[in-house]
């Protein structure tokens, strides 16, 4: 049986390795947790329902708003403003290591969220429904932050470090499953229902059934996600701000800082924009799709292709190690950023080549994007505090990917997507970079063997 590394305390003074923190790790010869639960029933639902409230957040919205006569700017701006949540958790992230358990935030929150996108549904047919909405939202991002932290404190609490290197690919695919779902088949949803009964009545239902996902997998996971251990009795406040400290005092810190937001600077970008590139007319330099055609071509091709993409880098980072394969991981990352400056300059009309297009999109980001993640879990979390320090380093990665989405339509508009996508292009260049000179802290638990 693995033990992790936990502790009761995140004081120095009470630092003391117990044996119920082997009890909840999971046992490699039958691949189950001790208390009989398989990552395979909860690993995959865990990180959908994380990824979805993000997704529809980030970029179900975009196309919601657009659709409701909002401006670019205006969609560009609060859309990405909303998201400050996600960014700022690291500040509450300590006391999810003082109170209760990583399971009971988990499912608490999976509820919560459920309820908004309900309130969510019904606010869309009031006069101000923008501004309510957004407000909706942001109490949304908290919820859905909170659930991001507890979520992967159960994921690093459970699994041993040779786990979770192997489930990374199965966390990340289902992760993004959610980005497949919310801009594939609801956007797709959206835009068969639209033809029928109205824009606003049709995001009504989204929105309902986002409610109803969350809602049943907060049910779900109070009976199947494994008991997680009370890390903490009763911190203080100099516990708390130990917590930030620590952080800042890494090894190679500033380094870390730097490629984790570099790393998706120019996904940051277009975040926002791509859907809103696919929707405007090919006078305005865009594609001139419906939503009923971009839900379409990303919930088949894209669907596949992201799948595929997740799961083949977490076996791909587990036969190389992670060392050696974190720059193939960033190459293939950035290789939709070529292929939309492609798109923006030729204006396609064949769905097969905007199809190709998203494929490249989902690949890449489903390949790549898992190496960051598990940097970040296995160089920057370790130590005292790693659920806290987890949640610290995707804080500061979201901020990376919040701030240019913030301005990314300002941009957009002031270029035309055409220029646009060229700049982002060349925000690809300090990314990799970084990325090739990375140090490493903590010895690649990768394979020993060479390579090809």
Known sequence: MYCARKFVSSSPRKRTHTDTDCMETSDHRNGETTTGKSPKTWVPTLYFAMG?????????????????NVSDTQIAFWTSLVMLPWTLKPLWSPLLEMYRTKKFFVVATQLTSGLLFGMVALALHLPHFFAVTVALFFVVAMSGATHDIAADGVYMQVLSEQEQAQYIGWQGAF???????????????????????????????????????????????AFVLPETPHTGQGASATDFWTVFRDFFRKRHIAYYIAFIVLYRLAEGFVMKIVPLFLKASRGQQGLGLTEKEIGLLYGTFGAAAFVLGSILAGYYIAHRGLRRSLFRLALVFNLPFVAYTLLALYQPESQWLVGTAIVLEYFGYGFGFVGLTLFMMQQVAPGRHQTAHYALASGIMNLGVMLPGMVS???????????????????????LLVTWFVPFTYQDNGPTHPNP
């Open 175 to 221: 992760y993004n499953i959610a980005k497949i779902v919310g801009t594939g088949l609801l956007v797709s949803l959206a835009g068969v229902l639209i033809e029928r009964i109205g824009v606003a009545q049709s995001w009504t239902m989204v929105m309902m059934l986002v409610a109803v996902l969350l809602a049943g997998a907060g049910l779900y996971h």
């Open 52 to 68: 979805l409230p993000f997704v529809v957040l980030n970029m179900v919205t975009t196309l919601m708003y657009k659709g409701l």
């Open 409 to 431: 339509g300002a941009v957009s508009d002031w270029l035309g997507y055409r220029l646009f996508f060229v700049l982002v292009l060349l925000c690809t260049i300090p990314a």
